[in-house]
């Protein structure tokens, strides 16, 4: 079995900066694909960024510029750089880890919240 703890949420003013990460714990083999989701109060849950096993990255438009996701792949861990945050960005962010294309995983999600 596979755990994910996420950590690195908070509060942070207009225009600031935060880290999140997400360690996964337990059976980790295969090809792993990592990714993060987010959802705000009242809406789905949206993809926000994915990292492939070859360490390629993609964004959603939303987010693309501001945010950049990395992977440990020694510590089996997964980053999401946040920059720039604006007022959409608030929102329950969830690590997502898909292995061999088969089995994926969440994390319990790490709050965000953008106030001056």
């Known amino acids: 079995q596979v755990q994910l703890v996420e950590s690195g949420g908070g509060l942070v003013q207009p225009g600031g900066s935060l880290r999140l990460s997400c360690a996964a714990s337990g059976s980790i083999s295969g090809i792993i694909v990592w990714a993060w989701y987010r959802q705000a109060p009242g809406k789905p849950r949206e993809w926000v960024a994915r990292?492939?096993?070859?360490?390629?990255?993609n964004y959603a438009p939303a987010v693309a510029g501001r945010f950049t996701i990395s992977r440990d792949n020694a510590k089996n861990t997964v980053y999401l750089q946040m920059n720039s945050l604006i007022p959409e960005d608030p929102a329950v962010y969830y690590c997502n880890l898909l292995r061999s294309w088969v089995t994926e995983y969440w994390g319990q999600g790490t709050h965000v919240t953008v106030s001056s």
């Open positions: 990292i492939s096993a070859a360490g390629n990255t």
